[in-house]
């Protein structure tokens, strides 16, 4: 399953572009991202798991309004990230989150990131057309993630 963020990834990085790629599982029960699929898993390793420190701008679009989000410098990036640092050493200091949604419901999150004033409105937009055109094989991803998630859960319980 993921394929289809390696394959979403590779499409990315051709347009809008993209240094740093995640996906991030949305678990609502706990408010929380974990990451699923990384291109940097030294800096950003799979697994890793955040509850949503992050502004309640950034919630408020990403998750409630089902809308992507732009930060498209790192002034904007620090208002609502506390890894700003490590972003802006990878060479990035701009991203794009587009919610990936299923059933009318966010189920993952996609995090574009490239350098300082590389993305505009128009590369939101053509990174929304590119991942609305695997909507559906990303949100089986993230559901494939929450099958093996809740597996690992129950063998643990069970050890």
Known sequence: MTTAFQETFESLEQDPGVILFTALQWIPERSALRRVFTSHPDAYPLGAE???????GW????????????????????EVFTDVELIQSLGCGGV???????????VGVLALLDAEGRYTPQSVETATTTVAARAAELAAAFSHQVDINEATRKDALQS
Request: proline residues 8%; without cysteine.
């Open 96 to 106: 794009i989150n587009i919610p990936v949604l299923q059933d009318g419901d966010v």
């Open 50 to 56: 955040k509850t949503v420190e992050i502004s309640p």
């Open 59 to 78: 919630l408020g679009t990403v998750i409630v309004d089902k809308k992507p989000f732009l930060a498209a410098d790192l002034d904007g990036l620090r």
